[in-house]
């Protein structure tokens, strides 16, 4: 089904399917979706402007995943900023239906994350799963996607997956100190394997160990502000707080 994604997603947006509840296809669930279909650059600007435009998506179909791939390997990566600049300038945001969204190997800037974070949310609200791996991401542009799902409050994103990018042990850190948890209360599960520039076995260990390190140490971190008094009443603290259990209790998946 993958192959006709750029024809359902045509259809789902026609306006015609508003009694749909299902999809029946010859592929199994993919990433915790019901349905994947794969887009290419030109499918992936027509979902954009679809959701730009607030598409008419069927209100009851729900568990839809789309997985953006470039055509060969000959093309350069596709560029994601134009898609996050719709979904940050619609009025609603992604659809319902949309859980799963794996945009791996393309490109984008911190302007166009930078519009997601400013703009009045929530438009990611429905995602479970967002993939933004192997997309060339540095320590900068992780803490602009920190930001974005801070501002987007994406209550029910579960995973996100972050691997084979350019992220350092600080990038992690400060992913972690900029990102609001509650705007994450269901975030169970990040990815952070392969990332370049720590490649090589002792490289890659040192950063699997560094992550590791880093996690290890928020349950005493925890235990230090317990110390420091019950019932903390301000705003900083309670808010490290949080982010300290919301590291401690992540599948942290380093491999």
């Known amino acids: 089904a993958g192959g006709a994604g750029a024809e359902v997603l045509a259809a789902l947006t026609s306006g015609k399917l508003g009694s749909l509840h299902e999809i029946l296809t010859f592929s199994g669930p993919c990433w915790g979706a019901t349905y994947t279909f794969s887009l290419d650059e030109t499918a992936l600007a027509a979902l954009g402007a679809a959701v730009r435009a607030g598409g008419r998506f069927p209100p009851f179909l729900s568990g839809l995943g789309f997985n953006v791939i470039r055509e060969s390997e000959d093309r350069p990566p596709i560029n994601f900023d134009s898609f996050f600049t719709d979904i940050a300038e619609s009025e609603e945001g992604l659809p319902a239906c949309v859980g799963v ?116 140490a928020a349950p005493s971190q925890l235990d230090s502000q317990g110390a420091r008094g019950q019932g903390l009443t301000q705003l900083g603290d309670e808010l490290e707080t949080r982010r300290l259990r919301l590291l401690a209790s992540l599948c942290l998946v380093l491999g």
């Open 101 to 216: 969204l794996l945009l791996r190997g393309g490109r984008f800037g911190d302007a166009a994350l930078a519009s997601l974070g400013a703009s009045r949310g929530p438009k990611l609200s429905h995602l479970r799963v967002l993939a933004l791996s192997e997309c060339a991401m540095d320590d900068v542009l992780l803490k602009k996607v920190a930001e974005a799902l801070s501002a987007q409050r994406c209550g029910n994103l579960e995973q996100l997956n972050l691997e084979k990018n350019r992220i350092s042990v600080e990038g992690v850190s400060t992913f972690f100190s900029t990102l609001n948890p509650g705007s994450v209360p269901s975030l169970r599960k990040i990815t952070l394997g392969q990332q370049e520039g720590s490649e090589g076995k002792d490289s890659e260990k040192q950063f699997l160990a560094s992550v590791h390190e880093l996690q290890a």
